[in-house]
């Protein structure tokens, strides 16, 4: 994939979910967050504003929901990003990357029509039994992959990820996922340490990942080094959690093969309200902050960024025969 970091600027619209996943600060039975959605004007000056600082791609990421209103405001958003990002830099517009979870084939195909060319839904385990201990009956390990085979289909750049560290998680489990994103041959790979969130049903693990942090952290990183090398021309990215134990993690996770980094773009007066675990970094810094910091740290590694770059990963070329 070369030397070069790409940036998408992430912009966290929405912390409504309608699941539960026993992790997750924003999950359904948290009555201590304050629900959110940003308007459709809020989310396109949002992914403006990406593009002027030189982004190239961005990622709009959301809690869950499937309802109309939910839909036609991604649907619309898209569309819109689309036309007004077009620039003598970006003519083809912004990248836009959709994390906004399960959703049915033809709401995939609506989105994908709508402009958006790429989606991430991490598979968070595929360890049978931890799957289904930290998820309610309603979400499955099996409609998971389903919707994973179900946007590529639809001709999405396909990413999925797993948390590393989850209370009972083996090595065999994390190799099995790695061997999992080789098999449904993913484009894009997410991954991050599990970071405990006060207001879950985890909480009592509390103690438990405090004294397996720095362990949690060095396989994090492994976790990407091997994915590397197993997948090879993928994305794999630098997450914000690898940030939150270590305050040059996501520096590192470059240094051990990852190629993305997701600058914080959510407008502040939300971005305290998408907190998923406990010590989530860049929360009190402006989007402009973020920028300038980001750009300091991936050039400390010695890399350049790719300003004004989709920043496509080789594998979805090869494995559609598509030489665009
Ligand atoms: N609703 C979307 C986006 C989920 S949030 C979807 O279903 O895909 C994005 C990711 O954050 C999740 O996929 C999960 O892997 C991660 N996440 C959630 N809670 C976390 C926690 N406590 N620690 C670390 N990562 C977490």
């Known amino acids: 994939m070369g030397s070069e970091g790409y940036f998408r600027g992430l912009v966290e619209f929405s912390n409504e979910c309608i699941f539960d996943c026993s992790y997750c600060g924003i999950r359904k039975s948290n009555t201590a967050v304050e629900r959110y959605c940003l308007s459709k004007d809020e989310i396109i000056e949002t992914a403006l504003w990406c593009a002027r600082q030189g982004y190239g791609s961005i990622v709009l990421q959301s809690g869950q929901q499937s309802n109309r209103e939910f839909i036609e405001l991604i649907v619309g958003g898209v569309q819109q990003i689309k036309q007004r990002s077009r620039s003598s830099v970006l003519p083809h517009g912004l990248g836009i990357t959709l994390s906004v979870g399960e959703q049915s084939k033809e709401t995939y195909r609506r989105f994908f029509d709508a402009g958006a060319h790429r989606y991430l839904l991490r598979v968070e385990t595929t360890a049978k039994e931890l799957f289904e201990k930290f998820h309610g009956p309603e979400k499955t390990l099996q409609r998971r992959v389903t919707c994973l085979e179900t946007m590529k289909k639809t001709g999405f750049q396909v990413g999925t990820g797993v948390m590393i560290g989850l209370p009972g998680q083996t090595l065999n489990d994390l190799a099995n996922d790695i061997l999992f994103f080789k098999d449904i041959d993913a484009d894009m790979i997410g991954m991050g340490p599990y970071l405990v969130h006060h207001e879950t049903p985890m909480n009592g693990y509390r103690d438990e990942i405090a004294e397996r942090k720095n362990e949690i952290f060095q396989l994090s990183l492994n976790m990407i080094a091997a994915t590397r090398i197993a997948l090879k021309d993928v994305n794999i990215a630098a997450t914000t959690a690898l940030q939150t134990i270590d305050q040059k993690g996501r520096e590192m996770g470059l240094m051990y093969g990852a190629n993305v980094i997701m600058p914080q773009a959510t407008p502040r007066h939300v971005r305290n309200k998408y907190l998923l675990y406990d010590g989530k970094p860049c929360v009190d ?36 025969g598509n030489q665009d």
């Open 285 to 320: 810094e402006s989007a402009a902050d973020c920028a300038a910091c980001l750009e300091q740290r991936i050039a400390a590694t010695g890399r350049a960024i790719a300003w004004n770059s989709w920043g496509d990963p080789c594998h979805f070329f090869t494995r559609t």
